[in-house]
């Protein structure tokens, strides 16, 4: 498993979000193209704060539902 590149500013790169999600660039290259989940557009490079990352996961989240 890869470690988080996390810079100065504490920012992390599609490849790390890749690897905290379990899934693949390609999965996150498409959450930025339909503007899903919050980036910063530095240069050509595409950077997320980890906090960011966090509220995209927490906010789809689906409760279980109790049938009781």
Not at 10 to 27: H, K, M, P, W, Y
Request: hydrophobic content about 40%; charged content about 35%; proline content about 3%.
């Amino acid at each position: 498993m890869r470690t988080i590149k996390q810079s100065n500013e504490g920012l992390i790169d599609i490849e790390a979000v890749a690897s905290r999600l379990g899934q693949t660039e390609r999965f996150v290259r498409r959450l930025v193209e339909e503007k899903r989940i919050e980036f910063f557009k530095i240069g050509k490079r595409v950077m997320f704060r980890p906090t960011d990352v966090t509220a995209w996961i927490d906010s789809n989240h689906v409760p279980r539902q109790n049938f009781d």
